[in-house]
């Protein structure tokens, strides 16, 4: 066999597995993405307010179904209670990125306490926003995914101050 068959031989196998890497890449992987990230949120008293990043990086349609805060003792243990606000349903086109205000009202420390969401020696509030994407099938799936984001600290029942736990949500996270 001479140089120039093994040559057009390599290039063969070269140009086939390209396009076999080609057809993956715009194919099969990544084909749905849907990531969400708190970007700022404002406590007051009587409400909150968080700007809430979505982004599409996938190559088709995206929809989030609905998007709501959830206040507990400790969200990395379940549980917790939901606002009644939310945001949704949202649809997103491939590559689409937007930013959304959820609001809600503010529950008290007291009432949370009362109802047993946050225990009665707690000195905070742990924050998230529970996510419920529709899933790539067109199902809305029954568990959810939730960003938790930051704990609000009372002194009695007074607002002091606000950090991230632990283990609390950073960056993007992927709602798929």
């Known amino acids: 066999m001479s140089f120039r068959d093994r040559f057009a031989i390599v290039t063969a ?3 086939f597995a390209l396009s076999l890497f080609n057809f ?5 992987w990544n084909q749905h993405s849907l990531k969400a990230s708190v970007a700022a949120i404002n406590p007051s008293d009587s409400l909150i307010t968080a700007s809430i990043l979505l ?3 996938g190559k088709h349609y995206e929809t989030l179904y609905s998007a709501r805060f959830i206040f507990s003792d400790d969200l990395s243990t379940g549980g917790g209670q939901v606002s009644a606000e ?8 491939p590559g689409e990125a937007v930013v ?11 009432e949370l306490r009362e109802d ?6 707690s000195s905070g509030i742990h924050l998230g926003v529970d996510f419920v994407p529709v899933r790539p099938s067109g199902e809305i799936p029954e568990d959810s995914r939730i960003f938790r984001f930051t704990e609000l600290k009372y002194s009695g029942s007074r607002q002091v101050g606000a950090s991230p736990r632990p283990g609390d949500s950073s960056g993007l996270i992927d709602l798929f």
Request: charged share 15%; glycine share 12%.
């Open 13 to 15: 196998i070269s140009a």
């Open 55 to 57: 982004v599409n990086g």
């Open 100 to 110: 959304e205000e959820l609001t809600a009202k503010m529950p008290s420390i007291e």
């Open 116 to 121: 047993g969401t946050v225990k009665a020696t």
């Open 86 to 93: 939310s945001i949704g349903p949202i649809v997103l086109a």
């Open 24 to 28: 993956g890449e715009q194919h099969l």
